[in-house]
């Protein structure tokens, strides 16, 4: 999907200008623009702030949970 995607799951939700799935490797990958990066939120529960990462690209693992970011930086969200 592409230009300017917005995204809600029953745990992830944010946006990105565009997203993509590799179905053999099961990574959804979040791509941003300069000047409008990917964002995407974690959401807790009730009451609780959601938690929030932002970079040009996200790439989430389906398999393992992880995210990798641009710049090789990766993590997990707490209580994954």
Do not use: C, M, W
């Not at 799935?21 to 623009?33: L, R, V, W």
Request: charged fraction near 25%; glycine fraction near 12%; proline fraction near 2%.
């Amino acid at each position: 999907a592409e230009d300017g995607v917005e995204f809600r799951t029953k745990e992830f939700y944010g946006n990105a200008a565009k997203i993509h799935y590799d179905q053999s490797q099961e990574i959804i990958s979040f791509t941003g623009t300069p000047g409008r990066p990917a964002i995407l939120n974690r959401a807790r529960g009730v009451g609780q702030e959601s938690e929030t990462v932002t970079a040009q690209t996200i790439r989430y693992s389906r398999k393992t949970g992880e995210f990798i970011l641009d710049g090789g930086k990766s993590f997990q969200f707490n209580g994954r």
